[in-house]
């Protein structure tokens, strides 16, 4: 046969195949048997076997085929995965509503509603049609590509078929199990003695994260889209349904459940309407979500730091079990935070086994009574993080009161109470091994002593192998041992150890930063600097004399002094200047017209970045916070500032714009 003959009866079977695909998985649909189906499909399969080069990376055949991963390397979003805000009842979401409303000057809003899957949220982009990369949402900015396990879901189209498909699309969605498909992949799982799955949840987070892709290919993952991030080319799409029904067209599932809904009465009822047939669903979900439905409209409602303010998640109600508290014991977090933890009779709640649920801090526990040996009810937050409900007083009997320790369970430093807060903290930020990964990191950090190349996995295979306890043990690594690290050549450990090198010529302010005092960021770093302009006046300085400087307060003043008075702390500082960290100190730190302003920047900047700026601004004194309140000097505002801008007018906050904080700068000789 005529190769070109072959290659055009190719690409007609996979325009078959891929419209059967569309109308089975998407539709729900089918307009051929599965048995013809299989046909077509084994007809395609010969075709590549017999003539390899036809064979296309987006071809229907290629679901599977690529060699197992040792690690997944990581995605950064173009636009972050935000977490949605919740309402746990009627109230907070009819609050929700009006606040929209009054913001929007609208009597009834339009929202669309669709149910929440208990999935895992991804993201897959899609260049030219073809589907090009794939990421887990991870912490909303960063996420792990898991492309060539996203390519074994049969629901994902691997090339968008239909018309007006943009040059570049990114899908936003959740993949999940079914609850059919759960149950049958654990009879599958225990009748092959591997582990058998708590929840579809764990089962589908589980399955998307192997690194061999012919492992997730067995697993029986379905996909539902229910948005976009980055979108260029292609129609103007201007509400959100329009997005999912355009979705749809062009090869993606949505929710067959999903709504268009006129104010807040058709929402509640609609919230009830899923709440009614969740346990009909052939999946889980944990709630319904909102979304305003118009993108101007979300545009002029805005974002605040993890979630849009046009959208909520209406959870449904958390069920709870009855279990005892057998003990309370803490942890240390990696910033230091001595959480108290509870250890629990072995109880079912939701699908999953609980024996340990966390208080969250002192105050929490003395708010609810708990007690050493109380019985208590137990439920998941959220469906996922278990947590202490109430205490059963009437079955309390021979119980005990918690006390918070007064010295880590790890160094044995003090545990200080952070004032006007409920956190306690360890003290030593320094020595703790709790805390060292997270100590090394902001110690290494480009605003602190800036050791190029020192990221999160290099410290961790540092610790996990012995070669670093403390930040100490930095300047005392070989090129050798860091070359023999995975993913580390010669060539990049030659370079941390000149970034080692070229690091120990500092200034006092980034010294004193990088030492990770709690409460103490560049601007109080800076501060001490210029008030002491020597490092051990500072060690030595009294609460009351750091109280006399302007951008120290009573909290931060304590935690510095407590900081210093710490051994294992000093015994570390010690080491670091004995290895050769210096600055020069000689000379006065010179003042400016930014010293203790405090500044918030807004908007989008043309000719300097935000990042840019506040580093500037740090530089020269000021004080740079993410919200305006009645002790900010200056909102330096770009293109769209939202509601900083508004609420600095309110509080006739003094307003500047890029052009004007540019010649402020000027005159302090920056030039950019």
């Known amino acids: 046969m005529n190769l070109e003959k072959v290659r055009r009866e190719a690409e007609k079977l996979r325009k078959i195949i891929l419209q059967h695909n569309y109308q089975y998985y998407v539709l729900d649909d089918p307009e051929i048997s599965d048995s013809e189906y299989d046909i077509l499909f084994k007809k395609l399969i010969k075709i590549e076997q017999e003539y390899p080069k036809l064979r296309t990376p987006n071809s229907p055949t290629q679901r599977v085929g690529a060699e197992p991963l040792s690690e997944f390397d990581e995605v950064k979003h173009t636009i972050p995965m935000l977490s949605l805000a919740n309402a746990f009842d009627e109230k907070e979401m009819t609050r929700f509503y009006e606040r929209l409303k009054g913001e929007l000057s609208i009597n009834n809003l339009v929202f669309t509603g669709e149910p929440k899957f208990d999935g895992l949220a991804v993201s897959i982009v899609y260049k030219n049609a073809n589907l090009e990369i794939s990421a887990t949402r991870g912490d909303g900015y960063i996420g792990e590509n898991i492309t060539q396990n996203i390519r074994t879901i049969s629901q994902v189209p691997l090339t968008l078929i239909g018309l007006n498909i943009p040059d570049e699309l990114e899908v936003r969605g959740e993949v999940f199990i079914t609850n059919k498909d759960f149950a049958n992949l654990n009879i599958r799982q225990k009748r092959e003695n591997q582990k058998i799955f708590a929840n579809p949840r764990n089962a589908a987070a589980g399955s998307l994260r192997q690194l061999d892709p012919k492992i997730t290919a067995m697993r029986p993952l379905s996909f539902c889209a229910y948005g976009i991030g980055?979108?260029?080319?292609?129609?103007?799409?201007?509400?959100?349904?329009?997005?999912?029904?355009?979705?749809?067209?062009?090869?993606?599932?949505?929710?067959?459940?999903?709504?268009?809904?006129?104010?807040?009465?058709?929402?509640?009822?609609?919230?009830?309407?899923?709440?009614?047939?969740?346990?009909?669903?052939?999946?889980?979900?944990?709630?319904?979500?909102?979304?305003?439905?118009?993108?101007?409209?979300?545009?002029?409602?805005?974002?605040?730091?993890?979630?849009?303010?046009?959208?909520?998640?209406?959870?449904?109600?958390?069920?709870?079990?009855?279990?005892?508290?057998?003990?309370?014991?803490?942890?240390?977090?990696?910033?230091?935070?001595?959480?108290?933890?509870?250890?629990?009779?072995s109880v079912n709640v939701a699908g999953a086994n609980i024996t340990n649920a966390t208080l969250h801090n002192l105050d929490e526990i003395k708010r609810k009574d708990i007690k050493i040996g109380d019985w208590v009810y137990i439920r998941r937050a959220g469906d996922v993080i278990p947590e202490v409900v109430r205490v059963i007083k009437e079955r309390r009997d021979n119980v005990k009161e918690f006390k918070m320790p007064s010295k880590c369970p790890i160094c044995r430093s003090d545990v200080k109470r952070q004032e006007g807060k409920a956190a306690f903290v360890c003290m030593g930020g320094l020595s703790c091994s709790a805390q060292k990964n997270q100590a090394i990191l902001h110690f290494a950090s480009r605003k602190a002593m800036n050791i190029d190349g020192l990221g999160e996995k290099i410290v961790l295979q540092l610790t996990e192998k012995g070669l670093v306890d403390d930040i100490s043990d930095l300047f005392l690594l070989q090129q050798n041992q860091l070359s023999e690290l995975d993913r580390m050549g010669d060539k990049s450990a030659g370079?941390?150890?000149?970034?080692?090198?070229?690091?120990?010529?500092?200034?006092?302010?980034?010294?004193?930063?990088?030492?990770?005092?709690?409460?103490?960021?560049?601007?109080?770093?800076?501060?001490?600097?210029?008030?002491?302009?020597?490092?051990?006046?500072?060690?030595?300085?009294?609460?009351?004399?750091?109280?006399?400087?302007?951008?120290?307060?009573?909290?931060?003043?304590?935690?510095?002094?407590?900081?210093?008075?710490?051994?294992?702390?000093?015994?570390?500082?010690?080491?670091?200047?004995?290895?050769?960290?210096?600055?020069?100190?000689?000379?006065?730190?010179?003042?400016?017209?930014?010293?203790?302003?405090?500044?918030?920047?807004?908007?989008?900047?043309?000719?300097?970045?935000?990042?840019?700026?506040?580093?500037?601004?740090?530089?020269?004194?000021?004080?740079?916070?993410?919200?305006?309140?009645?002790?900010?000097?200056?909102?330096?505002?770009?293109?769209?500032?939202g509601s900083k801008f508004e609420k600095a007018s309110e509080l006739e906050i003094k307003k500047i714009d890029e052009k004007s904080f540019l010649k402020m700068i000027k005159k302090e000789g920056v030039n950019l």
């Not at 979705?247 to 009614?276: A, N, T």
């Not at 240390?332 to 933890?341: A, C, K, L």
Request: charged letters at 25%; aromatic letters at 10%.
């Open 230 to 345: 980055n979108y260029k080319g292609g129609i103007k799409l201007t509400e959100h349904a329009q997005v999912l029904n355009q979705l749809q067209h062009w090869g993606l599932p949505i929710s067959s459940e999903f709504r268009v809904l006129k104010g807040l009465d058709m929402c509640l009822d609609y919230y009830k309407q899923i709440v009614d047939k969740r346990s009909q669903l052939q999946y889980e979900i944990d709630g319904v979500v909102f979304k305003v439905n118009d993108f101007n409209q979300q545009k002029t409602l805005g974002y605040v730091s993890r979630s849009p303010r046009w959208a909520i998640a209406y959870k449904f109600p958390t069920p709870e079990e009855i279990t005892q508290l057998i003990d309370i014991e803490v942890q240390v977090g990696r910033t230091g935070t001595i959480t108290p933890v509870a250890r629990l009779k």
């Open 495 to 641: 370079n941390i150890v000149k970034a080692l090198k070229d690091c120990r010529s500092t200034t006092l302010a980034k010294f004193i930063y990088s030492l990770g005092i709690p409460e103490v960021g560049e601007s109080t770093a800076r501060a001490l600097e210029i008030h002491f302009r020597s490092f051990s006046l500072i060690q030595k300085s009294s609460i009351d004399e750091l109280e006399k400087i302007s951008d120290i307060g009573p909290v931060v003043a304590k935690n510095i002094h407590s900081f210093f008075t710490q051994k294992n702390n000093l015994s570390i500082i010690k080491k670091l200047i004995s290895y050769g960290i210096h600055w020069n100190t000689e000379k006065a730190v010179k003042k400016t017209n930014f010293d203790g302003l405090s500044f918030v920047l807004t908007g989008s900047l043309k000719n300097i970045s935000r990042e840019k700026s506040k580093e500037i601004l740090i530089k020269l004194g000021a004080k740079v916070t993410s919200a305006v309140s009645k002790k900010t000097d200056y909102l330096i505002y770009g293109d769209n500032p």
